[in-house]
């Protein structure tokens, strides 16, 4: 069941990068951190956006909504363990 919900809730995010902006996409991906255990697909998710919408030819730095992001993931990731109750 999980596992049917985790590949429904990645067809929705596919979907909202295709179809909206990016702050609902976003909101996306940390809302996933917090839905299901474990969800490195968010850093899959976040590289894919990079490639297909980021800027060409700016170095590592100029990526920001990468960089931006991916502290923002680990961020939720982290208050995520602090929040909640884990066994």
């Known amino acids: 069941m999980i ?6 809730y990645n067809l929705i995010i596919f979907l909202a ?13 940390i809302a996933g951190i917090f839905f299901f255990k474990k969800f490195y697909e968010s850093v899959l998710w976040l590289v894919i956006i ?20 991916l502290i923002v ?9 602090i929040i909640r109750y884990y066994d």
């Open 50 to 69: 990079e490639i297909m919408v980021g800027p060409v030819d700016v170095g590592l730095w100029g990526h920001y909504y990468l960089i931006a992001v």
């Open 73 to 81: 993931l680990l961020a939720a990731g982290y208050g995520k363990k």
């Open 3 to 8: 596992m049917k919900m985790r590949v429904i």
């Open 17 to 29: 990068i295709s179809l909206v902006t990016w702050p609902l996409y976003t909101a996306l991906l």
